[in-house]
């Protein structure tokens, strides 16, 4: 948003005579990169909700202020994975300000509406996205940070419809064109895999490349996506029918080739994701399943630059998770991802399988926290562990100590940021 409108949206609040309700959350976390001896961030947060309600449903604000003594995560930084309504406040190397969210909220007899800035997430995956695609992902920390706070809240008409006794509809239209938040180039977290980025040695001898900016699409009604959910319930089977026409996050490379000149333009494309979900309870344990199937991705070759090919793909997730021992849960996942069609020289494999282990353990009337995250390619042979211990001093005070340890090759998705492994220390603190 840009600050002239948000001076306007602050400008109206003492004429509506509204007494907001606040609330905030400061966070710290300090990390030092064991494999590359220094210290990879000091980070301070502050989160400042502001609530009112009205007489038709309430309001909803939160304003984001993060300040990092140290600028390895973010020196160097664009911003123009944001649209014009969304992008940062201010943005430097040490200092970042957002209006995070700001929606409207309410509920009628047979349906329900938030509509502003907000999250709508789609699956339940831990540490793995299949259906969870409506809001892009802001990957200064790749994938380490929460998802509720990587994700990239926008602009959107959020409804639910109740259909017949136990059935829900969901009806999205996104009306904001933001895309996925890439590391700087500087950073510890920037992207170095083939699978992902173009490979330099894959330009024709003789010719020079030049990588231009990507920009995301105008923010129009023309580049609104719509998303579609039912939910319902049948023979103890919670389950959804998901639909998503949308612009993908992830920008598409193309060249073109004058003379000895290469000008390699990173581009947005659409697809069309259709997909569901499944989960019942049996005893102690919970089956989860999700599966999505996404039209017109595009995907690494080993070719000559810009090295990419046009493929449908499909994933399946599932999930059992295991809550039989008082105080643990423990949850295992195994993922499947699938090419369709006749790409080849593909950088990555036409079949990727991915698999997780979830460990948690509380104690001492649950206050403090064990908790172990393990994310393995089967295929590259790399992933992450991910050990965490906090405490709750008090209610609405935590503290923790925790590792990312990223192993394998440095050509996979995990093992490219070999040389990022960190331990982290912190508080949260809510008031």
Known sequence: MKPQLLGAILALIPSLSLAFEMSHSLKSQTSYGTSASEWQQSDWRLDSELYQGLENGEITGILRSRFDLQ????????????????????????????????????????????????????????????????????????????????????????????????????????????????????????????????????????????????????????????????????????????????????????????????????????????????????????????????????????????????????????????????DYLISVQWFQSNLVGQTENLVKNRQENTLSLLVERTLFNETLLLKWLHLHSTDHGDGVVQPQISYNLESDFDVFLGMDIFYGNEGGLYGQFDEADRISAGFEWGF
């Open 71 to 326: 600028d390895k995560l973010n020196s160097d930084q664009t911003l123009n994975n944001y649209s014009a309504h969304s992008e940062p406040l201010t943005a430097g190397d040490h200092e970042w300000v957002e209006l995070r969210e700001l929606y409207w909220q309410a509920g009628f007899d047979n349906s329900y509406w938030r509509i502003g800035k907000q999250q709508v997430v789609w699956g339940e995956a831990d540490g793995i996205k299949l259906l969870d695609v409506i809001n892009p992902q802001s990957y200064r920390e790749f994938i380490l940070d929460d998802f509720d706070d990587s994700r990239i809240p926008l602009w959107m008409v959020n409804g639910e419809f109740q259909v017949g006794e136990e059935g829900t509809l969901q009806a999205l239209w996104v009306l904001d064109t933001s895309t996925h938040e890439l590391a700087p180039s500087s950073s510890p977290f920037a992207f170095t895999s083939p699978v992902l980025v173009p490979d330099s040695a894959a330009v024709p001898a003789g010719v020079t490349a030049t990588l231009e900016e990507a920009n995301t699409p105008a923010m129009t009604l023309k580049n609104s996506d719509f998303g579609l959910r039912y939910t319902s319930f049948i023979d103890n089977w919670d389950y959804s029918l998901n639909y998503l026409y949308h612009y993908v996050d992830e920008a598409v490379i193309s060249a073109d080739l004058s003379g000895s000149s290469l000008t390699l333009t990173p581009d947005y494309k659409r697809s069309h994701l259709l997909g569901g979900s499944a989960s019942s309870v049996f005893g102690d344990w919970v089956l989860r399943a999700e599966f999505a199937y996404e039209t017109d991705r595009y995907h690494r070759t080993t070719a000559s630059v810009p090295g990419v090919d046009k493929a449908d793909q499909w994933g399946i997730l599932v999930g059992l998770d295991y809550q039989g021992m008082t």
